[in-house]
């Protein structure tokens, strides 16, 4: 729910940067006194306003992801970014070394030590001349989204997604598999070089960040600058290498089985979705409504939680489930910070798969609403490695009990 405002005025425009550098500046120029408790309302303060325009930031970053052709969308996303980003991230910096000077800041460990550990990574990668190659570098992630989500194809008369027709991979008929793959692949192609030039330019955008930084590569810039503590890249390298020599083989047996079984000399790439036995592919429901309705009752039946706050993810609408032309593909969970409320973004074809996002991403928005009385912003931006906890639990969890999306002889299948 969202909090009255202590500190940011309830007519503060967040897309003026007049009126932010105001708001910062008044953080910045505060003459703290040397007690703990008004050195936490300081950061109390701080954090509120971090909230309102993060909260900003992200409610046209979803308005541009759920429509990429809208130009005028797009433009107050990239103005945001290119014109209030830069603030936050300079101030930010002043802030923090404020902040850290202070004399009571020892006396905060134990409420504030994990965010204070990060604070101190991003003060020493630090620099300002890499708040306009990261503002360069968000613009060219749009620029490739852009790209992405215009992709379409010609099926029987029809203007599809290429996410829609990946639900035809799953047809038993084996040359309609391979027209839809080489449809999806071939319409991939027509934007190899545009797709190319993005990685190219973003690739050496990141190289020279992490040059800036003092870094040896991006590789390790990443790992410090998403706080990667507890190990390194080259324990990453070792479980590559282990991926590569125990799951490899085990996947290569699984798919001479699973060729056996479908009475095929070699597989192809478009006989990996499709049921082995031939069975045709589960359709549990028609469109991304009856998708968030039937999952509704799952979690319905779970816990008093989980119902209500996918109730409120409902009555608020804060879920975009369909596939359609000009949307960003793919799925994420973002947070509204100050509404103290999560979105859920998808690509939903009517498949199998779409029921098990729609479970994924709401175990990242059952986790937003658990942390919504966080008292700070920091403690509500987790690390990837454990925001996948919650969201992989709910696919197990809410697929104990698929009813509401199959008879049992489809369960069985």
Same mark, same amino acid.
């Given at each position: 729910?969202?909090?009255?405002?202590?500190?940011?005025?309830? $007519?503060?425009?967040?897309?003026?940067?007049?009126?932010?550098? *105001?708001?910062?500046?008044?953080?910045?120029?505060?003459?703290?006194?040397?007690?703990?408790? %008004?050195?936490?309302?300081?950061? !109390?303060?701080?954090?509120?306003?971090?909230?309102?325009?993060?909260?900003?930031?992200?409610? #046209?970053?979803?308005?541009?992801?759920?429509?990429?052709?809208?130009?005028?969308?797009?433009?107050?996303?990239?103005?945001?970014?290119?014109?209030?980003?830069?603030?936050?991230?300079?101030?930010?910096?002043?802030?923090?070394?404020?902040?850290?000077?202070?004399?009571?800041?020892?006396?905060?460990?134990?409420?504030?030590?994990?965010?204070?550990?990060?604070?101190?990574?991003?003060?020493?990668?630090?620099?300002?001349? $890499?708040?306009?190659?990261?503002?360069?570098?968000?613009?060219?992630?749009?620029?490739?989204?852009? @790209?992405?989500?215009?992709?379409?194809?010609?099926?029987?008369?029809?203007?599809?997604?290429?996410?829609?027709?990946?639900?035809?991979?799953?047809?038993?008929?084996? $040359?309609?598999?391979?027209?839809?793959?080489?449809?999806?692949?071939?319409?991939?192609?027509?934007? *190899?070089?545009? !797709?190319?030039?993005?990685?190219?330019?973003?690739?050496?955008? #990141?190289?020279?960040?992490?040059?800036?930084?003092?870094? %040896?590569?991006? @590789?390790?810039?990443?790992?410090?600058?998403?706080? #990667?503590?507890?190990?390194?890249?080259?324990?990453?390298?070792?479980?590559?290498?282990?991926?590569?020599?125990?799951?490899?083989?085990? +996947? %290569?047996? @699984?798919?001479?089985?699973?060729?056996?079984?479908?009475?095929?000399?070699? +597989?192809?790439?478009?006989? !990996?979705?499709?049921?082995?036995?031939?069975?045709?592919?589960?359709?549990?429901?028609?469109?991304?409504?009856?998708?968030?309705?039937?999952?509704?009752?799952?979690?319905?039946?779970?816990?008093?939680?989980?119902?209500?706050?996918?109730?409120?993810?409902?009555?608020? *609408?804060?879920?975009?489930?369909?596939?359609?032309?000009?949307?960003?593909?793919?799925?994420?969970?973002?947070?509204?910070?100050?509404?103290?409320?999560?979105?859920?973004?998808?690509?939903?074809?009517?498949?199998?798969?779409?029921?098990?996002?729609?479970?994924?991403?709401?175990?990242?928005?059952?986790?937003?609403?658990?942390?919504?009385?966080?008292?700070?912003?920091?403690?509500?931006? @987790?690390?990837?490695?454990?925001?996948?906890?919650?969201?992989?639990?709910?696919?197990?969890?809410?697929?104990?009990?698929?009813?509401?999306?199959?008879?049992?002889?489809?369960?069985?299948?």
């Amino acid at each position: 729910m969202k909090k009255q405002r202590q500190f940011v005025p309830e $007519n503060f425009r967040a897309d003026d940067a007049e009126s932010v550098k *105001k708001l910062y500046t008044t953080l910045l120029s505060e003459d703290i006194p040397l007690v703990p408790a %008004r050195l936490r309302d300081w950061i !109390l303060r701080w954090s509120e306003l971090d909230c309102v325009l993060a909260e900003v930031s992200a409610r #046209r970053y979803v308005a541009m992801t759920c429509n990429t052709a809208d130009e005028k969308i797009a433009k107050a996303y990239s103005d945001f970014i290119g014109n209030i980003e830069p603030l936050m991230s300079d101030y930010s910096d002043k802030l923090c070394r404020k902040m850290m000077a202070h004399p009571s800041i020892s006396a905060l460990e134990d409420e504030f030590g994990t965010w204070f550990r990060k604070v101190r990574v991003d003060l020493e990668l630090f620099r300002k001349e $890499n708040i306009p190659l990261q503002t360069e570098e968000t613009q060219d992630v749009q620029a490739y989204q852009k @790209i992405t989500a215009a992709m379409s194809v010609q099926d029987n008369g029809e203007t599809k997604t290429l996410q829609q027709m990946s639900a035809f991979l799953e047809s038993p008929d084996r $040359n309609r598999r391979e027209e839809v793959w080489k449809k999806i692949t071939e319409r991939r192609l027509q934007d *190899k070089d545009a !797709l190319d030039d993005a990685f190219e330019k973003l690739f050496r955008l #990141r190289v020279q960040i992490a040059k800036n930084a003092g870094c %040896r590569d991006y @590789i390790d810039f990443i790992f410090k600058d998403k706080y #990667r503590f507890d190990y390194t890249p080259a324990k990453c390298r070792e479980f590559h290498e282990s991926i590569e020599k125990i799951v490899l083989p085990l +996947l %290569r047996e @699984i798919y001479k089985r699973r060729a056996a079984k479908m009475k095929l000399a070699k +597989l192809r790439p478009w006989d !990996l979705a499709c049921d082995e036995l031939s069975r045709p592919p589960l359709r549990p429901f028609k469109n991304g409504e009856e998708l968030i309705s039937k999952c509704g009752e799952i979690f319905g039946k779970l816990n008093s939680s989980t119902a209500a706050w996918f109730s409120e993810l409902q009555k608020q *609408k804060l879920i975009d489930p369909d596939s359609r032309i000009g949307k960003a593909p793919g799925g994420y969970q973002i947070g509204f910070e100050e509404s103290a409320l999560p979105f859920i973004f998808m690509n939903a074809a009517g498949t199998d798969g779409d029921i098990y996002t729609l479970l994924h991403e709401s175990g990242h928005s059952f986790h937003q609403f658990a942390m919504a009385d966080q008292p700070i912003i920091a403690y509500r931006d @987790i690390p990837s490695e454990f925001a996948e906890v919650a969201s992989m639990s709910m696919e197990l969890i809410g697929s104990t009990d698929l009813n509401p999306f199959y008879s049992k002889a489809e369960d069985a299948h």
